[in-house]
């Protein structure tokens, strides 16, 4: 008895064990997300509210277990919001944001995701930064006891948990270490929530027949291979992919959000200078008195141009949202580092910029961005009169006995801070030149560009707004008499920066105001802009070009010409060369090259090199066009197609050599004609010595032609193959050369059948006939290519003209039958040849003479060179239009 009564016992001990697993394993899971998370945070705050938040959360879905479900979700929103303002009004009072709940908790709902994705690491737990944690928290809390403890699906109601770490774990990013420990206990706890819970009801299968038994523990077991396979398939297929994401770097989300940025009023805060220094009694800043040692005045750094284009010097900062700590800079072995602490009020100063001592590690009484690279900070709401805000400073100070010796860093990191836009001036060239030259150091070449502008240029309130290149020229070079060498701290600092960077230096520009270190009202005239140069070793030093003294400044004409002298012409010397010197010759003198040479050579290179490159990609796009016009006339279509093709391949080739097939030739006088080169063209003396007719006597008209010259009618045989005349051996003069090329052409007798078969019955071609047509043309088109000079080999394969020559082809008129017409391009039927005209010699052309384009006078009528073979057909033109050439 007392056995069973201890049996009974203890169940009842153990059921509420280990129903408590569950819910402790759940607000356990959403704690280890917070504690992933906070590791970005500057503090522990992050941690503790989302473990509140989790407890919380599960505790308020056990607690309802018993209450209908619809009534679970209105009672735990309440909670959550009773929560959430707690909590907000905790992290508030941890970053001293002084505003009230009301207006905290609004703002911090509306932007807490995109403040939370641009925030600085480490992120400070401000009501913006931990609202989205909390909130998720709760909600995962909630839905995970719905499920898991209602509804008795524990694996299932792990999901929530697990999606809030898997977030956690992606807002982290590379931010932080891998976070090995944390997963491993989720993976524990996860385990130990499925080992202690168990189906609330079941079947005992001892009161179950036997084979009713068997075949339920057979479909088990089943299911459990099964599934088995199914986790080793998936661990096989997505196992490389796990492995390599763990040894990968994570994704930052940070890069998808853009950050806050500055409005046009900040990007250039240069362009306000000259309008501070014309209302040098507004009150901009008041501060109050900074430990600065001996010094009366303390430097506060507004903004940092980095970048310049040849017309405005801008910011290119990168602000993102940060907390109170900032984070530090790196310490440089060789400068001096104190601690400067500044209370700032803002009065008129305008924008979002806000002006402190570089560089800050410490801001309180106000939300702000800021900028590691440059450190400077921006308020992302506009400023007020009113604000408030008081800033820690690390302020280094380099050795400048180091500065000397030091050099400037090399590499690609410092290439944005060399770089300008194009179209610098070349006197501003030719001027950085001249103080680069004899400076080979770096610090050398600061100082002289510096002592350049404090000694040549005066500094005024009154001068215009500018520092593109057009404005820097003319504070530079411009007659004083006309506004020109006066400028304000604007046109001094772009000027060093610009002269700089030309001549090798890392350079920037600064703006920022000169405020009393005993404290005081900081106003438009203490407004100052100044270059700074960076050195291996030392960071960033600033340099004062500004004049040192009042005593009116030296002319620039004095040490810098703007404009280069033109060298004097100089005379031939008509006497020869002598090794010996000249006692009264002058040393010789090297003219100095004008620097505008050098780009316009730089600029006809440029040009020149673009019309090759245009000309070549033509001449490519032509030989591409013309070799896939050769395939498809030589290679697609129906064999008569194929054919015709061939034909208007053979004239294009007579075309491009220069002998343009007649119209009134049949196909077989046509290969006849082009069987025979024609010798190439005279020059024109020797033509003009040939041909021109006897000169008349003086004071003689209508004397006879000498009979010594060759009589001036034309050969009926090629002129350079006949023999010489009496006349000419007797004048002494030799005869023209032969300058026929020897050797046979390919033959065209296939050409020939198929094209008079596939112009007088085109079904008869065959493709055996298109082939050899084919084959005979590019035989015939190559030998009369390779027999051109080198030149007009090269012209023969760019050639445009085959691509336009055959474009309006004949077509069947209406009423015709397209099987009785031939292929387009084919000779038509022989009715379409005139016959002989009217006084038409009937002796063929002389081949030697020149074309009728190129001789003078009247075109004679075309002679027709004999009977025409039977059978053929006769060529009216390749394109059935007009001649064939």
């Avoid at 016992?9 to 408590?20: D, G, L, Q």
């Avoid at 992933?36 to 989302?50: E, F, S, T, W």
């Avoid at 070349?426 to 103080?435: F, G, I, K, N, T």
């Avoid at 078969?757 to 088109?781: E, L, M, S, T």
Wanted: proline residues 13%; contains cysteine; neutral net charge.
């Amino acid at each position: 008895m007392v056995r069973l009564a201890r049996d009974a016992v203890v169940p009842r001990m153990v059921r509420p064990a280990r129903a408590a697993v569950v819910p402790l394993m759940l607000a356990g899971l959403i704690a280890l997300s917070g504690l992933v998370l906070g590791r970005i945070y500057a503090d522990g705050l992050l941690a503790q509210l989302v473990a509140g938040a989790a407890v919380l959360s599960v505790g308020a879905g056990v607690a309802a277990s018993r209450l209908p479900s619809w009534s679970v979700a209105p009672g735990s929103v309440l909670l959550l919001a009773g929560y959430t303002a707690g909590a907000l009004a905790v992290a508030a009072n941890r970053a001293d944001i002084r505003e009230p709940l009301p207006e905290v908790l609004p703002d911090a709902l509306v932007n807490g995701i995109p403040r939370l994705l641009t925030a600085m690491i480490p992120v400070e737990a401000t009501p913006d930064t931990v609202v989205v944690p909390v909130i998720a928290a709760w909600l995962a809390g909630l839905a995970g006891t719905e499920i898991a403890v209602r509804a008795g699906r524990v694996l299932l109601g792990c999901l929530p948990a697990a999606a809030l770490y898997a977030g956690a774990l992606y807002v982290v990013g590379p931010n932080a270490a891998a976070a090995g420990w944390p997963t491993l206990l989720f993976a524990v706890a996860v385990v130990a929530g499925l080992a202690v819970s168990r189906p609330r009801s079941g079947t005992d299968l001892r009161d179950v027949p036997a084979p009713t038994r068997t075949a339920v523990r057979g479909r088990a077991l089943a299911g459990a291979a099964a599934g088995l396979a199914v986790v080793v398939g998936l661990i096989a297929l997505v196992g490389p992919w796990v492995s390599g994401q763990v040894s990968a770097t994570p994704v930052d989300p940070r890069r998808y959000v853009e950050p806050p940025q500055v409005d046009s009023l900040d990007e250039s805060p240069l362009n306000r200078i000259s309008g501070w220094a014309l209302n040098p009694d507004q009150r901009l800043l008041q501060v109050e008195p900074m430990p600065a040692g001996r010094e009366t005045s303390v430097r506060l750094r507004l903004a940092v141009l980095s970048d310049y284009d040849g017309v405005t010097w801008r910011v290119g900062a990168t602000y993102r949202n940060a907390g109170r700590v900032l984070p530090p800079q790196p310490a440089l072995p060789d400068v001096a580092v104190d601690q400067v602490r500044q209370d700032i009020t803002i009065a008129e100063l305008t924008g979002r910029l806000l002006p402190v001592v570089p560089t800050p590690t410490e801001v309180t009484g106000a939300r702000v961005a800021y900028d590691p690279a440059t450190g400077t900070l921006i308020r992302p709401e506009k400023l007020q009169k009113g604000v408030r805000y008081a800033v820690t400073s690390a302020r280094q100070t380099p050795d400048l006995n180091l500065l000397p010796a030091a050099d400037t860093p090399p590499g690609d990191t410092v290439t944005r801070y060399l770089t300008v836009g194009a179209g610098v001036p070349d006197s501003v060239e030719r001027l950085a030149d001249q103080l680069a030259d004899g400076n080979g150091a770096a610090f050398d070449r600061a100082v002289a560009i510096e002592e350049f502008l404090a000694e040549h240029y005066r500094k005024v309130s009154d001068a215009p707004s500018g520092h593109a290149y057009p404005n820097l020229s003319f504070f530079l070079f411009g007659p004083r008499n006309r506004g020109g060498q006066v400028g304000t701290s604007e046109q001094f600092a772009a000027s060093f920066a610009l002269l700089a960077r030309l001549t090798g230096l890392p350079s920037r520009v600064v703006v920022g105001f000169d405020a009393p270190a005993a404290g005081g009202t900081v106003t438009g005239a203490d407004a100052v802009a100044w270059p700074e140069i960076l050195f291996e070793d030392l960071g960033w030093v600033a340099f004062d070009p500004l004049p040192k003294s009042k005593e009116p400044p030296r002319p620039v004409e004095e040490d810098f010409t703007p404009k280069p002298s033109t060298p004097p012409p100089t005379t031939p010397d008509a006497t020869p060369p002598s090794d010996e010197p000249s006692a009264s010759a002058a040393p010789p003198v090297l003219a100095a090259v004008p620097d505008g040479g050098a780009p316009a050579v730089l600029v006809a290179g440029g040009a020149s090199g673009s019309v090759l490159l245009v000309l070549a990609g033509v001449a490519l796009a032509v030989v591409l066009m013309r070799r896939s016009q050769r395939r498809r006339r030589l290679v697609e279509g129906a064999p008569h197609d194929r054919i015709a093709g061939a034909w208007l391949e053979f004239t294009d080739a007579l075309r491009l050599a220069g002998r343009p097939v007649p119209r009134y030739l049949a196909a077989t006088e046509a290969a006849a004609f082009a069987s025979v080169l024609p010798p190439p063209p005279e020059g024109i003396l020797r033509r003009g010595l040939r041909l021109r007719p006897a000169a008349p006597r003086p004071g003689r008209a209508g004397s006879a032609p000498d009979p010594a010259l060759p009589d001036a009618a034309p050969h009926p045989g090629p002129p350079d193959t006949a023999p010489p005349t009496e006349e000419e051996a007797g004048t002494g003069r030799r005869p023209a050369p032969d300058r026929t090329v020897a050797g046979p052409l390919p033959p065209l007798d296939e050409l020939v059948a198929g094209v008079n078969i596939a112009g007088f019955a085109p079904a008869a071609a065959d493709a055996d006939q298109a082939d050899r047509a084919a084959a005979q043309v590019v035989a015939y088109a190559d030998a009369l290519r390779e027999r051109r000079p080198r030149w007009r080999q090269l012209w023969w394969q760019v050639h445009p003209g085959p691509l336009y020559w055959h474009r309006r082809t004949a077509h069947p008129g209406p009423g015709t039958e397209p099987a009785a017409a031939p292929p387009a391009g084919l000779p038509g039927p022989p009715a379409a040849y005139p016959g002989p005209q009217p006084n038409q010699s009937p002796t063929p052309p002389d081949p030697g003479l020149e074309s009728a384009a190129a001789r003078p006078g009247p075109e004679p009528a075309p002679a027709r060179p004999g009977p025409r073979a039977s059978g053929d057909a006769p060529v009216t033109g390749v394109d059935g239009a007009g001649p064939a050439g």
